[in-house]
């Protein structure tokens, strides 16, 4: 049996978590041990049984298994990006390492390898909640950010276009964005903007910042292949590069 955590939840006081998962026996490891460290937790064995699930209650994050009978997990994934923000944390097979990129690139907000610890898949709900959590300001007080004409606002984790216009991003996008909104003019790493951005759940797949900020590119920038705001510093990371100012 394995032990329980104490602490609860920073983010929410009882997330509702569905994991979406056909193994039997890893659907229930992970369900006993999420409900015994203070989670509220939907199974469901495909994208079917998930998508019911969605209709019929609040969910706060899915655990989304890669391999599935019908529709796989990238493609469900792609599917719930169209319409929701639900945080997606994606289970993957050990070394399919295309897959995690490709499943990053499609909008889940981390990944996680199998066989894995379910204390560390507790840890990396914890963070995704918490970074996914609406606090109404950042760290200093501030609830709007203005760079180039674009507005990433911090009470509703938004970002608006220099037209006004909402534009879509997942909660892993908007908290690398803040980051980076955070500290202009400063060369950040791939390691400094992973612990800035994940902490210690963060894991040795650095190559998910690259896959994060390409996808802000073609959100933000007028030519993504020429990129203006987040340039790339040869051996060093990523320099955002715009005056920021506070509201």
């Known amino acids: 049996m394995l032990a329980t955590e104490t602490s609860a939840m920073t983010a929410l006081a009882t ?80 070394g399919e390492e295309i897959d995690r990129i490709i499943g990053l690139e499609l909008g889940a907000d981390d990944y996680l390898a199998k066989p894995f610890n379910p204390r560390e898949l507790l840890a990396r709900i914890r963070a995704i909640l918490r970074r996914s959590a609406a606090n109404g300001t950042d760290e200093d007080g501030v609830r709007r950010l203005h760079f180039a004409g674009w507005t990433l606002d911090v009470s509703l984790r938004q970002v608006l276009s220099p037209e006004g216009a909402r534009v879509a991003v997942t909660g892993a996008e908007f908290d690398l964005l803040h980051a980076l909104c955070l500290r202009p003019g400063r060369v950040l790493s791939r390691d400094q903007l992973l612990d800035l951005t994940q902490g210690r759940a963060a894991g040795p797949f650095e190559r998910s910042i690259d896959v994060l900020i390409s996808r802000i590119r073609q959100k933000i920038e007028r030519d993504s292949r020429n990129p203006e705001i987040i340039r790339t510093i040869r051996s060093g990371g990523y320099l955002f590069t715009p005056e920021v100012t506070r509201a």
Not at 16 to 33: F, G, K, P, Q, T
Not at 56 to 70: C, E, Q, R, S
């Open 15 to 94: 997330p509702h978590i569905l994991v979406v998962e056909d193994d039997r026996e890893i659907s229930a490891l992970v369900a006993r041990y999420l409900r015994g460290n203070e989670c509220r937790v939907t199974l469901a064995g495909d994208g079917r049984e998930m998508d019911r699930v969605l209709g019929d209650a609040k969910v706060d994050l899915i655990v989304l298994d890669l391999m599935l009978p019908g529709e796989d997990g990238l493609s469900l994934c792609r599917r719930l990006r169209g319409h929701s923000q639900i945080p997606v944390l994606m289970l993957t097979a050990k």
